[in-house]
């Protein structure tokens, strides 16, 4: 067995392309063959050591059989057992102080650092390149290598990663994953470049992390020098690139497919790598840059909250907050929905979240109470508690999370799919919602039921489907939250040893000096994405605390006779509404029905012409691959049933539920046995009620509406971020 080879940049001594056969070729995966074609153009690559494909072979030796296929009975469950015996088995006699000694040739400096990545055979074939399919591990210390080889390995065995290969007849015995080792490359930028020399296109540089401004006239030409020689030699091809100064590291060449993808979620290749993460931090949630009727290209479409035109009443609560508040971003109205931009000016003072929100809570729970305030007075206190919750409470929760993030990648982890283990059992708002409505779904009595929707209502009852005040709240419409909830599989919580055992696997791997930091940090992360989930309680009050004040306006108009309803109010500009609520304006039933008409044509035709949420990120993956984030672990297999929030959905326990995006609101009320939405981040709500309910769950999958067809059946694989359509 040859489990360990050197490679290495021209003139180092290392193996060149001449060197390695055809045998040794097939043992070490396409990403360390495309560094050798790379060497052997005369650019600039690191040296590195690759484990070959003999190590997986080795290990898998007394491990179980890899089911034939993932319909198989019990096939996820067998690939879980091979996974677990993956990991735990011991590493052949004398690899570990084999590879210890190559690493220490390839860098004797004791404060190197390396990068650790797939090499899998696929990962150069033009017709199934595998792009971000495999882990990748960077930027970790020395004692680091050797259990990264470790993870890396396993990720060949994710249900994705078989699902993906099954496509084309592959298994993964047949796959031929190796891992390529090499020092961890740091520069100002780093990016992918592309060219097609059939296209009239020039080549296309793409910065994906790290100072655009580095990029020089000097680097460009570099890049641009380097592809144009390669596709004289390979036909259409892309690199990924690293640039210092005006030097350029080149670490991966593939082939080319034009439009291919969208990388505004992560590099492209690895889960993460040295390009890191987009300019929307997919931890924090986000998406691209929309093609939607927006000024700029700095607007995006809140897809994820507000997934359809606002009303009225709701666009004038937010050109309100967006002029009296100051929360770090500027909101706006296009086209009937909901866009936002970062408020480069902004700042926030810091404060521990959870402490602000319970302060908060308690200031406003006075004004809350007080009996049918006037308009104004119920506009007043919305702005009052909106300013410090958005202004305040969220961005200090959203720091303490996004410092835990950078902490695990200062330390060689990806925090993609680390952070849905970490976050799992928090005590929030989604976890009491859980509970509350298991309670219900599990009534078996009429009294029992009453009792269950009475204590649902108590603590959710302000919440409505939709975040608009024009939507009636489950308070005003009860029978429909306990017809979507009654009989359904709402499951047990999520065990509390989900979350440490995670954490513990990162301890074992930290020196023991930052251990106490870790640990701290980890504290203070869990209770902001606590408070994450519990400031949306307080939003909902306030929200149905102005819907009331509107209603009884509505009210006092349909008795005028202005209104043919005391709802058609949210139809109605809400500055127009406020005026006349303050005597200013004496509205008659002719000024009235035409505004309200020109508003529900608007949103009808809003309706049918949404904003696109993006490009989809599929393409280079294959027509029945939809690409996200790891959202929830879990994999699970069943037939795709595509969410359409004016319906009530069946209950099926195989249902896997597609959807633009589900609101906190909803989630409890569904039981799926995996969710597929194409907005949010790792951190956002529909990921932490999914992990509190023990739902596998892919967020951010851009485009899983559009390749996905109801009925079909796919695999959801949460850890991976991954959905494969079968068959």
Same mark, same amino acid.
């Given at each position: 067995?040859?489990?360990?080879?050197?490679?290495?940049?021209?003139g180092?001594?290392?193996?060149?392309?001449?060197?390695?056969?055809?045998?040794?070729?097939?043992?070490?995966?396409?990403?360390?063959?495309?560094?050798? +074609?790379?060497?052997?153009?005369?650019l600039?690559?690191?040296?590195?050591?690759?484990?070959?494909? &003999?190590?997986l072979?080795?290990l898998?030796? &007394?491990?179980?059989?890899?089911?034939?296929? /993932?319909?198989?009975?019990?096939?996820?469950?067998?690939?879980?057992?091979?996974?677990?015996?993956?990991?735990?088995?011991?590493?052949?006699?004398?690899?570990?102080?084999? /590879?210890?000694?190559?690493?220490?040739?390839?860098?004797?400096?004791?404060?190197?650092?390396?990068?650790?990545?797939s090499?899998?055979?696929?990962?150069?074939?033009?017709?199934?390149?595998?792009?971000?399919?495999?882990?990748?591990?960077?930027?970790?210390?020395?004692?680091?290598?050797?259990?990264?080889?470790?993870?890396?390995?396993?990720s060949?065995?994710?249900?994705?990663?078989?699902?993906?290969?099954?496509?084309?007849? $592959?298994?993964?015995?047949?796959?031929?994953?190796?891992v390529?080792?090499?020092?961890?490359?740091?520069?100002? !930028?780093?990016?992918?470049?592309?060219?097609?020399?059939?296209?009239?296109?020039?080549?296309?540089?793409?910065?994906?992390?790290?100072?655009?401004?580095?990029?020089?006239?000097?680097?460009?030409?570099?890049?641009?020098?380097?592809?144009?020689?390669?596709?004289?030699?390979?036909?259409?091809?892309?690199?990924e690139?690293?640039?210092?100064?005006?030097?350029?590291?080149?670490?991966?060449?593939?082939?080319?497919?034009?439009?291919?993808?969208? $990388?505004?979620?992560?590099?492209?290749?690895?889960?993460?790598?040295?390009?890191?993460l987009?300019?929307? =931090?997919?931890?924090?949630?986000?998406?691209?840059?929309?093609?939607?009727?927006?000024? &700029?290209?700095?607007?995006?479409?809140?897809?994820?909250?507000n997934?359809?035109?606002?009303? #009225?009443?709701?666009?004038?609560?937010?050109?309100?907050?967006?002029?009296?508040?100051?929360?770090?971003?500027?909101?706006?109205?296009?086209?009937?929905?909901?866009?936002?931009?970062?408020?480069?000016g902004?700042?926030t003072?810091?404060?521990?979240?959870?402490?602000?929100?319970?302060?908060? *809570?308690?200031?406003?729970?006075?004004?809350?109470?007080?009996?049918?305030?006037?308009?104004?007075?119920?506009?007043?206190?919305?702005?009052?508690?909106?300013?410090?919750?958005?202004?305040?409470?969220?961005?200090?929760?959203?720091?303490?999370?996004?410092?835990?993030? !950078?902490?695990?990648?200062?330390?060689?982890?990806?925090?993609? #799919?680390?952070?849905?283990?970490l976050?799992?059992?928090?005590?929030?708002?989604?976890?009491?919602?859980?509970? +509350?409505?298991?309670?219900?779904?599990?009534?078996?009595?009429?009294?029992?039921?009453?009792?269950?929707?009475?204590?649902?209502?108590?603590?959710?009852?302000?919440?409505?489907?939709?975040? =608009?005040?024009?939507?009636?709240?489950?308070?005003?419409?009860?029978?429909?939250?306990?017809?979507?909830?009654? *009989?359904?599989?709402?499951?047990?919580?999520?065990?509390?040893?989900?979350?440490?055992?995670?954490?513990?696997?990162?301890?074992?791997?930290l020196? &023991?000096?930052?251990?106490?930091?870790?640990?701290?940090?980890?504290?203070?992360?869990?209770?902001?994405?606590?408070?994450?989930?519990?400031?949306?309680?307080?939003?909902? +009050?306030?929200? !149905?605390?102005?819907?009331?004040?509107?209603?009884?306006?509505?009210?006092?108009?349909?008795?005028?006779?202005?209104?043919?309803?005391?709802?058609?109010?949210?139809?109605?500009?809400? #500055?127009?509404?406020?005026?006349?609520?303050?005597?200013?304006?004496?509205l008659?039933?002719?000024?009235?029905?035409?505004?309200?008409?020109?508003?529900?044509?608007?949103?009808?035709?809003?309706?049918?012409n949404?904003?696109?949420?993006?490009?989809?990120?599929?393409?280079?993956?294959?027509?029945?691959?939809?690409?996200?984030?790891?959202?929830?672990?879990?994999?699970r297999?069943?037939?795709?049933?595509?969410?359409?929030?004016?319906?009530?959905?069946?209950?099926?326990?195989?249902?896997?539920?597609?959807?633009?995006?589900? /609101?906190?609101?909803?989630?409890?009320?569904?039981?799926?046995?995996?969710?597929?939405?194409?907005?949010?981040?790792?951190?956002?709500?529909?990921?932490?009620?999914?992990r509190?309910?023990?739902?596998?769950?892919?967020?951010?999958?851009v485009?899983?509406?559009?390749?996905?067809?109801?009925?079909?059946?796919?695999?959801? =694989?949460?850890?991976?971020?991954?959905?494969?359509?079968?068959?």
């Amino acid at each position: 067995m040859t489990y360990c080879l050197r490679l290495g940049a021209p003139g180092t001594g290392g193996a060149g392309t001449a060197d390695i056969g055809a045998e040794i070729g097939g043992k070490i995966g396409g990403k360390a063959r495309s560094l050798l +074609r790379l060497a052997a153009a005369g650019l600039e690559v690191p040296p590195a050591v690759v484990v070959t494909t &003999d190590l997986l072979a080795a290990l898998r030796v &007394d491990g179980p059989p890899l089911p034939e296929s /993932l319909t198989a009975p019990e096939a996820l469950a067998n690939l879980e057992r091979a996974e677990r015996a993956l990991a735990t088995a011991s590493w052949p006699e004398g690899f570990a102080v084999m /590879l210890a000694r190559e690493v220490d040739t390839l860098m004797p400096d004791p404060g190197a650092r390396f990068a650790v990545r797939s090499s899998a055979a696929v990962e150069d074939d033009p017709e199934q390149l595998a792009a971000g399919l495999f882990l990748s591990r960077v930027d970790l210390a020395r004692g680091e290598v050797l259990e990264a080889v470790r993870a890396v390995l396993g990720s060949a065995l994710s249900p994705a990663a078989v699902a993906y290969l099954a496509q084309s007849g $592959r298994r993964v015995e047949e796959l031929g994953f190796a891992v390529l080792i090499h020092p961890f490359v740091e520069g100002d !930028a780093s990016g992918a470049a592309a060219f097609d020399p059939r296209s009239s296109t020039p080549p296309a540089i793409e910065v994906h992390a790290g100072n655009p401004d580095a990029i020089r006239p000097k680097t460009e030409r570099r890049i641009t020098d380097a592809l144009r020689a390669l596709a004289a030699a390979h036909g259409p091809v892309e690199v990924e690139w690293v640039a210092s100064g005006g030097d350029v590291t080149f670490l991966q060449l593939r082939p080319y497919r034009r439009h291919a993808r969208s $990388r505004t979620q992560t590099d492209g290749t690895d889960r993460v790598g040295a390009s890191g993460l987009s300019p929307i =931090d997919p931890i924090a949630g986000g998406m691209g840059p929309s093609q939607g009727p927006i000024p &700029d290209d700095v607007w995006r479409w809140d897809a994820a909250h507000n997934p359809l035109p606002l009303s #009225p009443a709701q666009a004038g609560l937010v050109a309100l907050v967006d002029e009296r508040c100051a929360i770090g971003l500027r909101q706006r109205i296009v086209g009937g929905y909901l866009f936002y931009a970062t408020d480069p000016g902004s700042s926030t003072t810091p404060l521990e979240p959870a402490e602000a929100l319970r302060a908060l *809570g308690a200031a406003v729970a006075g004004r809350l109470a007080l009996p049918a305030p006037t308009l104004e007075e119920a506009l007043e206190t919305f702005i009052a508690v909106y300013q410090p919750l958005f202004g305040v409470v969220q961005p200090n929760a959203r720091a303490k999370r996004g410092a835990l993030a !950078a902490f695990l990648r200062r330390r060689g982890f990806d925090p993609l #799919p680390l952070l849905p283990k970490l976050f799992t059992g928090v005590p929030s708002a989604a976890t009491d919602r859980a509970r +509350r409505a298991r309670e219900l779904a599990m009534a078996t009595s009429g009294e029992a039921r009453r009792a269950a929707l009475a204590a649902y209502l108590e603590e959710f009852g302000d919440e409505a489907p939709r975040w =608009d005040v024009a939507a009636p709240t489950w308070r005003e419409a009860p029978a429909r939250l306990e017809r979507l909830v009654l *009989g359904a599989n709402i499951g047990p919580p999520v065990g509390a040893r989900a979350w440490r055992d995670a954490a513990d696997a990162v301890s074992a791997r930290l020196p &023991d000096d930052v251990r106490a930091e870790w640990e701290e940090r980890l504290k203070v992360a869990r209770a902001a994405a606590g408070v994450a989930e519990d400031d949306d309680v307080l939003y909902t +009050r306030i929200q !149905a605390h102005v819907r009331q004040a509107l209603l009884r306006e509505g009210a006092r108009l349909l008795a005028r006779g202005v209104l043919g309803s005391a709802d058609e109010i949210f139809w109605l500009p809400l #500055p127009t509404v406020r005026r006349e609520a303050r005597g200013e304006l004496a509205l008659a039933y002719e000024d009235a029905a035409p505004l309200i008409v020109a508003a529900q044509r608007a949103d009808a035709e809003a309706r049918a012409n949404p904003p696109p949420v993006g490009a989809a990120d599929s393409a280079d993956l294959g027509a029945g691959i939809v690409r996200g984030l790891p959202g929830a672990i879990g994999a699970r297999i069943g037939r795709v049933r595509l969410y359409d929030i004016h319906h009530d959905h069946d209950q099926a326990a195989d249902q896997i539920l597609v959807a633009r995006t589900l /609101l906190p609101t909803e989630l409890p009320l569904l039981a799926p046995a995996a969710i597929v939405v194409e907005t949010g981040g790792v951190l956002d709500h529909v990921a932490a009620q999914a992990r509190e309910r023990g739902i596998p769950a892919v967020v951010g999958a851009v485009g899983a509406c559009r390749l996905l067809r109801e009925g079909d059946q796919v695999l959801v =694989d949460g850890g991976a971020g991954m959905v494969v359509r079968l068959g």
